[in-house]
C-alpha cells in the first residue's frame, strides 16, 4: 500500500509577521514575480505542493513557517499527478552515516543534511560520575553544582553538528550560592514540618509558588551559557506569562485527570521554544493543538485500565493488577516521550534551517527497557551507560537542515575567526 499523500495549502500570512517582507522572501523562495505573488497571497487557497509523503510535508510546512507563511497539509488521495523536485547530493563529511543520505529538495533554497553525532563512551562517563558523586558524598552535596558543571560539560563536548562540538561555559560557583539557598530552605521546611505544621504548609506553598520563576531563570542561565560556533543561545525572560503557563495550565491537567494535557503541553512548548534565539536569529515553533492529539488514546486507555483494576480488586489477584497497571503507564510513558520528541523537533526552525526527528517507538522502547533491567540487576551501577545510551539513541534521530544562509553565515565566523 502507498504512504499517505498530502498537499501543501497556502492559508495566509501568521501572526507577528510583516506581509510585505513575508512575500518578499515567499517571492525569493519559489523565485516567483511580483504578479503571481499577489495573486497567492490574496487567493489564501491556492496549493503550494501536491500529493507529497508526510515526511516532506513536515518539511515543507516548517519551512513555510519560518519565513512567516501559514500553510496546512492536507490528506489526498492517491492521483497520477508526480511532483517536479531537484535532488541534492548532500556534502560528504566525517561523520557520515545512515542519517547523512541525499534528500529532496521541496523548496528554492538548497539544503543540506547535516546529522547530529554524539561521541561520548560509557566507560569514561563512568568515571565522570564516580568521582562526581564521591565529591558530592564527601562534601555533603555542597559540591553538587560543581558535579553538575562537570556531567553538563561531557555532553556538551561530545555532541557534535557539522564536525564542531558544542560548549557549557557556566562557571560552578554561579549557581552555587543559589542551590545552596535551595538546600537551606528545605531543611527550614524539614524542620517546620515536626515543629510548626502551619509554616510548613505556608512554605511548601511559597515554594510552588516560586517553581516557575526559577524554572525560568534556571533554563535562562542555562541558554546563555550554551554555545555553538562560538554562537550562544539567549531567552526572552516573560515572568508573567511563565507563571500563566507553568502553573495554571499543569492545574488544569490535574484538574481534568490529563484531559486537558494536549493543549497545555503546546502551550508550553510554544512559550518555550518562541521565547528562545540563537545569536541573532529567533526560533520559530510552527506545531499546533492538533500534532498533540495523539497524546490522549494512550492516556485515556491507561486510566481507564486503572479504574477497571481498582473497581475489580476484589475479584482480581493483586500481583496482576498492579503489573497491568504499571505496565500500561510505562506504556504511555513510552508513547508520550516518543510523540513529544518528535512533534518537538519536527516544528522548530529557524533561519539557518530546521529539526528533523525519527524516534521510533519499538527501538526506543527496547532500549529503555534494557537500561531499566541492566540498572536494576546492577543496583545502578550501569546507570552511566544508560545515560550514554539515551544520549546516542537521541542524537542519532536528530537531523539538521541546514539552509544557503548557514552556509554563509559558517564562512562568515570562520574568516573573523
Request: net charge positive; proline share 4%; glycine share 4%.
Amino acid at each position: 500500500m502507498d504512504s499517505p499523500q498530502f498537499d501543501i495549502v497556502f492559508r495566509g500570512v501568521r501572526k507577528g509577521f510583516d506581509l510585505d517582507e513575508t512575500k518578499s522572501k515567499f517571492a525569493a523562495l519559489f523565485k516567483l514575480d511580483a504578479l503571481k505573488v499577489e495573486r497567492i497571497f490574496k487567493s489564501r487557497k491556492v496549493t503550494l505542493k501536491a500529493q507529497v509523503d508526510e515526511r516532506i510535508a513536515n518539511i515543507f510546512v516548517a519551512r513555510l513557517a519560518a519565513i512567516g507563511v501559514e500553510a496546512d497539509k492536507l490528506l489526498v488521495f492517491h492521483r497520477t499527478f508526480k511532483a517536479i523536485h531537484s535532488v541534492d547530493k548532500g556534502v560528504e563529511s566525517i561523520e557520515s552515516g545512515s542519517m547523512h543520505q541525499p534528500i529532496e529538495c521541496v523548496y528554492g533554497e538548497h539544503t543540506r543534511r547535516i546529522p547530529l553525532v554524539f561521541q561520548g563512551k560509557g566507560l569514561e562517563y563512568a568515571k565522570l560520575c564516580l568521582v562526581n558523586c564521591l565529591v558530592c558524598v564527601l562534601s555533603a552535596g555542597i559540591l553538587y553544582p560543581w558535579a553538575k558543571v562537570r556531567s553538563l560539560r561531557y555532553f556538551y563536548q561530545h555532541t557534535r553538528l557539522d564536525n564542531v562540538e558544542f560548549h557549557y561555559t557556566s562557571n560552578p560557583q554561579r549557581i552555587f550560592l543559589l542551590q545552596f539557598l535551595i538546600n537551606l530552605y528545605i531543611l527550614m521546611l524539614g524542620y517546620n514540618f515536626f515543629y510548626a505544621p502551619w509554616f510548613f504548609v505556608v512554605g511548601i506553598a511559597m515554594l510552588l509558588l516560586a517553581l516557575p520563576l526559577c524554572w525560568l531563570k534556571s533554563k535562562a542561565f542555562s541558554s546563555a551559557h550554551s554555545f555553538y560556533r562560538d554562537c550562544g543561545f539567549t531567552q526572552t525572560l516573560n515572568v508573567r506569562e511563565a507563571y500563566y503557563v507553568f502553573l495554571l495550565w499543569p492545574l488544569a491537567m490535574l484538574a481534568t485527570a490529563g484531559l486537558s494535557a494536549p493543549y497545555a503541553i503546546y502551550k508550553m512548548h510554544s512559550f518555550w521554544f518562541r521565547s528562545v534565539s540563537f545569536g541573532k536569529y529567533p526560533i520559530q515553533f510552527n506545531a499546533r493543538v492538533k500534532d498533540y492529539l495523539l497524546l490522549l488514546p494512550p492516556l485515556i486507555a491507561a486510566e481507564l485500565v486503572t479504574a477497571v483494576c481498582l473497581y475489580g480488586r476484589v475479584y482480581l489477584p493483586v500481583a496482576m493488577s498492579v503489573a497491568v497497571v504499571v505496565g500500561m503507564w510505562l506504556y504511555v510513558f513510552l508513547r508520550w516521550r516518543v510523540l513529544l520528541i518528535n512533534v518537538q523537533w519536527n516544528h522548530i526552525a529557524s533561519p539557518l534551517g530546521y529539526f528533523g526527528a525519527y524516534w521510533d517507538m519499538k527501538t526506543y522502547s527496547q532500549l529503555m527497557v534494557r537500561n531499566w533491567v541492566l540498572s536494576i540487576i546492577t543496583l545502578g551501577l550501569y546507570w552511566p551507560w544508560a545515560r550514554i545510551n539515551l544520549a546516542k539513541y537521541n542524537i542519532a534521530h536528530i537531523v539538521f537542515f541546514a539552509n544557503q544562509r548557514f552556509a554563509k553565515w559558517k564562512k562568515c565566523l570562520e574568516s573573523v575567526q
